[in-house]
């Protein structure tokens, strides 16, 4: 068995943000717990609509494996550009549909362009992987 890398201080470290993160958490907990019900009711909406974006944004792009050998026949570029803006649309109207409306605030703006940026990697990395299992 290999001996465990870094010396004491990294030991350190590791135990005193393990520490920091659980006292966060539990803060966290109290604060909710403090809160109006209206409050706590909007928070626990935010993230079950959250959550349920993250999950239609990735599995949307695995459909693409049923008719990814046909635009690979195409043997165009803009083919798959196409491909990408549909599934960026599809992702985009998703979140308006779960968020109920256009984001509030530059910081909502900001989180929006960030979560629909990420799924975008995420759907040319998923589109490429089943380009290359297709033999593209």
């Known amino acids: 068995m290999e001996a465990p890398r870094g010396g004491i201080l990294s030991r350190l470290a590791e135990k ?7 006292g966060l958490l539990i803060a966290l907990g109290v604060a909710i ?3 109006g019900p ?3 009711m909007a928070i ?12 239609i ?3 949307v792009p695995w459909i693409t494996r049923f008719f990814v050998k046909r635009i690979l026949e195409i ?4 083919a798959g550009v196409v491909l990408l803006a549909v599934l960026a649309v599809v992702d985009a109207v998703a979140g308006l549909v779960l968020l109920r409306g256009w984001p509030a605030g530059g910081w ?5 362009l960030a979560a629909l940026a990420l799924a975008g990697t995420y759907n040319y990395l998923v ?7 297709t033999g593209g």
């Open 108 to 112: 909502g703006w900001l989180a929006a």
């Open 16 to 22: 005193a943000l393990g520490w920091v993160v659980l």
């Open 75 to 78: 043997g165009s570029n803009w």
């Open 33 to 35: 717990w403090q809160m």
């Open 44 to 55: 626990w909406n935010a993230t079950w609509r959250t959550a349920m974006w993250i999950a």
């Open 127 to 133: 589109t490429e992987y089943l380009s290359e299992q």
């Open 57 to 59: 944004a990735a599995a």
């Open 38 to 40: 209206d409050r706590r």
